[in-house]
C-alpha cells in the first residue's frame, strides 16, 4: 500500500454501460491504468532505492483530465431502455442478477464505502488497517519489512447506482519529497447485497538505510466524476523486521 473495457452505445442520451454478470459493468473505455495488469500474470512492482530521490512532481491534475461523459441515467432508466427488446431485456435480467430496480432505480449517485483493508505478504498473516471516519488514523498506521512482498487487498460495497470508473490512487512521500505515486483502475460496478472484493498487484518494498524509516502517504478512491469516497492520509514505516505481532 505504499508505494478489456467494453463500450455498448446506448440508442439515448444516457451514458452507454454495459452489464457484466455477477453486476461488475464495464462502461467507456478505462484508460488512466498505470499499472497494466495481463490476464496470465500479476505485475511486480518494485520501488528501487534510485526512486528514493525522485523529485520530479508528475502527478496529473485531476480537474484537467476530467472525462466528460453523457447526461446521467438512474438504473431503472438503464434497465427500461429497449425494454421491448425481449432478447435484449431478458439479457439484462440475467446480468443484474439480484439487483433491486426498485430499491434504487430512482438513485442518479452512485455510493461506495470501502468496508475494510488488509495488507497481505506472503507467509505472514494479513494486516487488517482500521478505517478512522475522519481519515487520519494514528501513526504509524502500519509497519513493513524492507525488501518484502506485500499486497493491499480491500472490499467494497456499492449501492444506489452503477459507478463507473472507480480507481485507487496512492502517493508516498518522505522527508517532504515524493518517492512515489501510483493510481489503478477498479473498474466499473452496479449495486448490489454483496461485497466487491479487490486485490492489487503485489509490490516489493525497498531494502537498504536510505530505504528505512518514516513515510507520510495519502489514498483516494476516486470515480471518473473525481468525487471521492475515500481519503486517509497516514503515515507507516520500512523497518528491518516486521513488527511484533
Not at 438513485?107 to 494486516?127: M, N, Q, T
Not at 478512522?132 to 501513526?139: C, H, Q, R, V, Y
Request: net charge negative.
Amino acid at each position: 500500500m505504499g508505494f478489456d473495457d467494453n463500450s455498448k452505445e446506448g440508442k439515448d442520451d444516457c451514458t452507454p454501460v454495459e452489464i457484466k454478470k455477477g453486476g461488475i459493468v464495464v462502461g467507456d473505455s478505462d484508460s488512466e491504468i498505470e499499472h497494466e495488469v495481463s490476464e496470465n500474470s500479476k505485475v511486480s512492482r518494485q520501488m528501487s532505492e534510485s526512486s528514493m530521490y525522485t523529485t520530479e512532481d508528475d502527478d496529473e491534475d485531476e480537474n484537467t483530465n476530467k472525462i466528460e461523459l453523457g447526461p446521467q441515467c438512474t438504473l431503472k432508466e438503464q434497465f427500461e431502455k429497449d425494454k421491448d427488446d425481449e432478447s435484449l431485456r431478458r439479457w439484462k435480467e440475467q446480468l443484474l442478477g439480484s439487483v433491486d430496480i426498485n430499491a434504487v432505480g430512482e438513485s442518479l449517485d452512485p455510493e461506495v464505502k470501502i468496508l475494510s483493508l488488509e495488507i497481505k505478504s506472503p507467509g505472514r498473516a494479513d494486516i487488517v488497517l482500521p478505517i478512522p471516519e475522519d481519515g487520519k488514523p494514528k501513526s504509524p498506521w502500519f509497519v513493513l519489512k524492507e525488501g518484502s512482498k506485500y499486497s493491499l487487498k480491500f472490499t467494497f460495497q456499492v449501492s444506489n447506482n452503477i459507478v463507473t470508473g472507480l480507481k485507487y490512487t496512492n502517493t508516498v512521500w518522505k522527508t517532504g519529497m515524493k518517492v512515489d505515486s501510483m493510481k489503478e483502475m477498479i473498474g466499473a460496478f452496479s449495486p448490489q447485497t454483496e461485497p466487491y472484493t479487490h486485490e492489487m498487484p503485489e509490490e516489493t518494498t525497498p531494502s537498504g538505510i536510505f530505504a528505512r524509516g518514516s513515510y507520510s502517504a495519502r489514498t483516494k478512491f476516486l470515480d471518473d466524476d473525481n468525487k471521492c469516497y475515500l481519503e486517509i492520509n497516514y503515515t507507516f514505516d520500512i523497518k528491518k523486521e516486521w513488527q511484533a505481532i
